[in-house]
């Protein structure tokens, strides 16, 4: 996936490490492509300076940081109409995860739709086509989110 994005246009690979996106960030780093920050508003705000000096970029971040930057995508992603495309780990898609990701994976679907960033869920028979979604959405200088359900506990 990671190979995918970066050969179909997206230059820079910016967020905080999640263990569900894991392979994803392994292959970023082999590959010398990825920014690792502490805070998703700050991995936003570099991926925004990125892209206004014309180079596109990807904030990858999970569900919990998703909802501690909500602030930062309505007062500039979304006010400025900055083209990103988010990646995020969905951590209390199961049942029996940590009881800290319960809530905010119940309420991940809904916040997305409340926030009216369009999204997909990423699943490994068809992570291909969600890519092309998502790349699409960017030429059209639309944000959009790819979600990646945690299917494993660590």
């Known amino acids: 996936m990671f190979d995918y994005l970066h050969e179909n246009g ?5 967020g905080v490490p ?16 990825i920014i690792i920050t502490t ?13 206004l000096a014309k180079s596109p970029s990807l904030v990858f971040m999970q569900n919990a940081g998703f909802a501690n930057s ?7 992603v979304q006010l400025y109409k900055i083209p990103l495309i988010f990646l995020i780990g969905w951590r209390g898609f199961l049942k029996n995860d940590a ?38 959405k960017f030429q059209n200088n ?8 945690r299917e494993f506990l660590d």
């Open 10 to 14: 997206i230059k820079n690979f910016v």
């Open 18 to 33: 999640d263990s569900t996106l894991k392979k994803f960030i392994k292959c970023g780093l082999e590959n010398n492509k």
């Open 39 to 51: 805070r998703e508003e700050e991995a936003i705000g570099i991926a925004t300076g990125m892209l």
């Open 70 to 76: 909500l602030s930062t995508i309505t007062s500039l």
């Open 99 to 136: 009881p800290e990701h319960t809530k905010i994976g119940r309420i991940q679907p809904d916040l997305l739709k409340i926030m009216e960033i369009d999204h997909k869920i990423v699943q490994d028979s068809n992570w291909k086509k969600m890519c092309d979604w998502a790349l699409k």
């Open 142 to 149: 639309k944000s959009c989110a790819l979600i990646i359900p």
